[in-house]
């Protein structure tokens, strides 16, 4: 079956260090791969997303590359702020009869920030 | 416009009582999905509705666990007899159809239930 592997947290930066959120994935064909942000209080939105190999998704400053050749989706930032501490969710989807576009997520990192 | 709302927002209940979580959708979303987050878990698949569509029941836990969705709109998730591992936070995400797997769903706030 599908599944998503993100490392483990809490991880914890200094302001403007460099984040890296490491995401491998294990699917059948070919997934849609999303990152998603759970702010403290606050519900999931999704960061974002990319639908296709080599695919880039970004916003807010941060990327993620499809890489199909190692099935990984890690989640990158290159200036971290306070306002960045979250937990973050890794996930898959692939709209077949089967799975209907249902999100598989991961464990959830958390990120905390430091001034 | 207004997203995905979620009621309550809170709940604690005895164990062995009947629970009904509401969800409304985005206007005009036609899918609709429950997930449930808890600590054991993480974040699991409950159930999906496509229109009027025969829903994707293959995530719910045990039969105590069904949902309906009234005029492809408002979902009710109902739990009965509850238990203390049904503790979670219970999520219910839209979407605008199924064109493809690259829509993305769109989570309400989320309903946090205790079993006491």
């Known amino acids: 079956g599908n599944s998503v592997t993100q490392m483990e947290g809490p991880v914890t930066l200094s302001e403007e260090a460099f984040l890296t959120i490491n995401c491998t994935y294990t699917a059948t064909g070919y997934p849609s791969l999303f990152w998603y942000v759970q702010y403290p209080g606050e519900g999931l939105q999704l960061l974002l997303k990319a639908t296709k190999a080599d695919d880039k998704g970004s916003n807010k400053g941060f990327e993620a590359t499809y890489r199909k050749e190692t099935t990984s989706f890690h989640l990158e930032k290159g200036s971290v702020q306070v306002s960045d501490s979250a937990v973050y969710f890794c996930?898959?989807?692939?709209?077949?009869?089967?799975?209907?576009?249902?999100?598989?997520f991961g464990a959830g990192t958390q990120v905390v920030v430091t001034p | 416009g207004a997203g995905v709302s979620q009621s309550p927002s809170n709940k604690v209940t005895e164990k062995g009582k009947d629970v009904e979580l509401r969800c409304d959708p985005i206007?005009?979303?036609?899918?609709l999905y429950w997930y449930r987050q808890s600590l054991g878990q993480g974040l699991e698949f409950l159930i999906y509705?496509?229109?009027?569509?025969?829903?994707?029941k293959s995530g719910l836990p045990s039969d105590r666990f069904s949902a309906e969705r009234t005029g492809g709109s408002v979902s009710t998730l109902t739990i009965q007899r509850t238990q203390q591992e049904d503790s979670a936070v219970y999520l219910c995400a839209s979407s605008p159809h199924i064109s493809g797997s690259t829509d993305t769903q769109y989570f309400g706030p989320g309903t946090r239930l205790t079993v006491l």
């Open positions: 509705f496509q229109g009027n569509s025969a829903p994707d």
């Open positions: 206007s005009g979303h036609t899918a």
């Open positions: 996930a898959l989807s692939r709209m077949t009869t089967d799975s209907w576009g249902k999100l598989q």
